[in-house]
């Protein structure tokens, strides 16, 4: 490999080395583009989450402390226009579910992961 590269012309180790260059600097930059996408991708998830929570919460609290429980059910069946949303539970101040929210679409493995959820 070394004869043959000291065989070449100036032209083309020149050629050569620009394209090593070139390729070294789009695998940088695409790496470098792909993290910022997925950690911006990631944060607009969590605001997403975080603004959804803060409306059910609001939507929910005087339900919830006049005992209201049908009303919370309600409330969290407004989540099936989520489809990244596959379950959701409201639970009273001693830690009991008092409302949830399934959905319908992969139920079995929904199902297993809740279990595994509450098991802990």
Same mark, same amino acid.
């Given at each position: 490999?070394?004869?043959?590269?000291?065989?070449?012309?100036?032209?083309?180790?020149? =050629?050569? !080395?620009?394209? %090593?260059?070139?390729?070294?600097?789009?695998? @940088? &930059?695409?790496?470098?583009?792909?993290? +910022? #996408?997925?950690?911006?991708?990631?944060?607009?998830?969590?605001?997403?989450?975080? =603004?959804? !929570?803060?409306? %059910?919460?609001?939507?929910?609290?005087?339900? @919830? &402390?006049?005992?209201?429980?049908?009303? +919370? #059910?309600?409330?969290?069946?407004?989540?099936?226009?989520?489809?990244?949303?596959?379950?959701?539970?409201?639970?009273?101040?001693?830690?009991?579910?008092?409302?949830?929210?399934?959905?319908?679409?992969?139920?079995?493995?929904?199902?297993?992961?809740?279990?595994?959820?509450?098991?802990?």
């Amino acid at each position: 490999m070394i004869q043959l590269f000291h065989k070449l012309s100036i032209r083309s180790k020149l =050629t050569f !080395a620009i394209f %090593i260059t070139c390729t070294i600097l789009l695998l @940088i &930059v695409s790496s470098t583009l792909l993290i +910022v #996408e997925f950690y911006a991708h990631r944060t607009f998830l969590s605001h997403e989450i975080k =603004t959804l !929570a803060s409306s %059910i919460a609001s939507n929910s609290s005087r339900a @919830i &402390v006049l005992g209201r429980y049908p009303e +919370v #059910e309600e409330v969290l069946a407004s989540l099936r226009q989520q489809k990244n949303i596959h379950a959701a539970y409201m639970f009273d101040s001693e830690g009991k579910p008092i409302a949830e929210y399934l959905n319908q679409q992969n139920f079995e493995l929904l199902l297993t992961s809740i279990e595994a959820d509450f098991k802990s």
